[in-house]
């Protein structure tokens, strides 16, 4: 196996820092070198600031094999990432003529401004990278033991040539003969504190693969993450700790990676041939967003009634008004009664209510936070359950609708 490479990614723009636009370069670059068995140790954002670039750039040499920098490349007087990395790794600054070429082309018919000729400049002893989707090339070079790529910040450029160029470039330059493989395992209906408590003994006991607990909105998961020569040989260390976690926690974990709870609510659906209709309060609509977010999810799903107000409650799904003036609509009976009459009102085997106070204030002399889920199954007993979730208003509507399915899930399966 070769030497580990010690790798950091530093995202250049202001816009990055004041939160107008997501880091996802370094999100998509990370995760694919991962798969090259590159270690990833820093990530750095900062923004179009020639004093602080420079101690990012210095500090990046000091201590990285790999510095992949993005953004900074563009035709402005604010794009500063040549000029500060021609003073700090010490190569000169000049203009390639081919790149050069390549943005003449692109103008050919539309006038050229001359500030586009910055973007054919590159760092002296470079390889260029071509951008074949934009103007700006990408280019690397290596000096005094750190091997220094350069690319566009927009996400479709940088791809491409990465894609096209780039990771051929690592490959070959740092002679990587292993891979990192990861797998996440998901879990709902456990804590995230219980689940590591649950696992701490393997977690303490961690070399490769590696575990690592994560917490979401709603639901909990593990990732595992092992290295070595193959993807092949590395899945198979990881499924010998993935059955360990399952002889522990197993009824808990719900699917891995791209799954979701919804996801595997619709396959349970679709697979016994039931259809589910949803009257939903507080959620507004949440639950049956993300279900028929799911291509195909007209095959089990009739449709949802949102009923926020007690009188559509009493009106349009027929809870009668004795039932609310005694029980009140945040309650266990009239959380019963809407998955009932939802069911039977959309012609669905299976209903599904929500109803409670997401806040700011307590409603009926309930707390913010409490709520009551109800399930129907056409011939056996309806239920409701009763929570009390924490957070804003919009935590409480989430995590309703996450424990919801979760419900679902946990009854057909």
Same mark, same amino acid.
């Given at each position: 196996?070769?030497?580990?490479?010690?790798?950091?990614?530093?995202?250049?723009?202001?816009?990055?820092?004041?939160?107008?636009?997501?880091?996802?370069?370094?999100?998509?670059?990370?995760?694919?070198?991962?798969?090259?068995?590159?270690?990833?140790?820093?990530?750095?954002?900062?923004?179009?600031?020639?004093?602080?670039?420079?101690?990012?750039?210095?500090?990046?040499?000091?201590?990285?094999?790999?510095?992949?920098?993005?953004?900074?490349?563009? #035709?402005?007087?604010?794009? *500063?990432?040549? !000029?500060?990395?021609?003073?700090?790794?010490?190569?000169?600054?000049?203009?390639?003529?081919?790149?050069?070429?390549?943005?003449?082309?692109?103008?050919?018919?539309? #006038?050229?401004?001359?500030?586009?000729?910055?973007?054919?400049?590159?760092?002296?002893?470079?390889?260029?990278?071509?951008?074949?989707?934009?103007?700006?090339?990408?280019?690397?070079?290596?000096?005094?033991?750190? &091997?220094?790529?350069?690319?566009?910040?927009? #996400?479709?450029? @940088?791809?491409?040539?990465?894609?096209?160029?780039?990771?051929?470039?690592?490959?070959?330059?740092?002679?990587?003969?292993?891979?990192?493989?990861?797998? @996440?395992? /998901?879990?709902?209906?456990?804590?995230?504190?219980?689940?590591?408590?649950?696992?701490?003994?393997?977690?303490? /006991?961690?070399?490769?693969?590696?575990?690592?607990? *994560?917490?979401?909105?709603?639901?909990?998961?593990?990732?595992?993450?092992?290295?070595?020569?193959?993807?092949?040989?590395?899945?198979?260390? +990881?499924?010998? %700790?993935?059955?360990?976690?399952?002889?522990?926690?197993?009824?808990?974990?719900?699917?891995?990676?791209?799954?979701?709870?919804?996801?595997?609510?619709?396959?349970?659906?679709?697979?016994?041939?039931?259809?589910?209709?949803?009257?939903?309060?507080?959620?507004?609509?949440?639950?049956?967003?993300?279900?028929?977010? +799911?291509?195909?999810?007209?095959?089990?799903? %009739?449709?949802? +009634?949102?009923?926020? &107000?007690?009188?559509?409650?009493?009106?349009? *799904?027929?809870?009668?008004?004795?039932?609310? !003036?005694?029980?009140?609509?945040?309650? !266990?009976?009239?959380?019963? !009664?809407?998955?009932?009459?939802?069911?039977? /009102?959309?012609? %669905?085997?299976?209903?599904?209510?929500?109803?409670?106070?997401?806040?700011? %204030?307590?409603?009926?002399?309930?707390?913010?936070?409490?709520?009551?889920?109800?399930?129907?199954?056409?011939?056996?007993?309806?239920?409701?359950?009763?929570?009390?979730?924490?957070?804003?208003?919009?935590?409480?509507?989430?995590?309703?609708?996450? /424990?919801?399915?979760?419900?679902?899930?946990?009854?057909?399966?």
């Amino acid at each position: 196996m070769s030497n580990q490479v010690k790798a950091e990614i530093l995202s250049v723009g202001t816009e990055l820092l004041l939160g107008q636009i997501a880091n996802t370069n370094a999100k998509w670059l990370s995760a694919r070198l991962a798969q090259m068995g590159v270690h990833m140790y820093y990530h750095g954002v900062v923004g179009d600031n020639e004093i602080r670039l420079r101690e990012q750039f210095f500090q990046a040499k000091q201590r990285s094999d790999l510095v992949i920098v993005t953004g900074g490349l563009g #035709p402005t007087d604010d794009d *500063l990432t040549r !000029e500060v990395a021609s003073e700090v790794i010490g190569a000169s600054i000049l203009e390639d003529e081919e790149a050069l070429k390549r943005i003449q082309a692109v103008f050919a018919h539309r #006038p050229m401004t001359p500030n586009n000729r910055k973007q054919a400049r590159i760092l002296q002893g470079s390889t260029i990278l071509p951008n074949d989707v934009g103007l700006a090339p990408g280019f690397v070079l290596t000096k005094e033991g750190t &091997t220094w790529i350069f690319l566009p910040g927009v #996400p479709r450029e @940088m791809k491409a040539i990465m894609e096209q160029h780039g990771f051929d470039y690592i490959q070959s330059r740092f002679a990587i003969s292993s891979t990192i493989y990861s797998k @996440m395992l /998901k879990f709902v209906g456990i804590g995230e504190s219980q689940l590591e408590h649950d696992v701490h003994e393997l977690i303490q /006991k961690q070399t490769n693969p590696t575990i690592a607990p *994560l917490a979401s909105e709603g639901e909990v998961a593990l990732r595992l993450t092992a290295k070595a020569f193959s993807e092949q040989e590395a899945k198979a260390l +990881i499924s010998e %700790s993935e059955r360990m976690i399952m002889q522990r926690v197993g009824s808990f974990c719900y699917g891995a990676d791209g799954d979701t709870i919804e996801h595997k609510v619709f396959q349970l659906l679709q697979a016994s041939g039931e259809q589910i209709a949803a009257a939903e309060s507080l959620t507004g609509g949440q639950f049956m967003n993300q279900l028929i977010s +799911i291509p195909g999810a007209s095959a089990i799903c %009739s449709g949802g +009634i949102v009923c926020y &107000t007690a009188s559509v409650k009493e009106h349009v *799904l027929n809870v009668p008004k004795l039932l609310i !003036e005694q029980y009140g609509t945040v309650s !266990e009976a009239c959380a019963i !009664e809407l998955a009932v009459q939802v069911a039977r /009102k959309l012609h %669905s085997s299976i209903g599904i209510s929500f109803t409670g106070v997401a806040g700011p %204030s307590e409603l009926e002399g309930q707390s913010v936070g409490t709520v009551y889920i109800g399930i129907y199954h056409a011939g056996k007993q309806p239920y409701a359950k009763k929570f009390h979730f924490h957070g804003d208003r919009e935590a409480v509507r989430q995590r309703s609708v996450k /424990k919801g399915f979760e419900l679902l899930y946990h009854y057909l399966k």
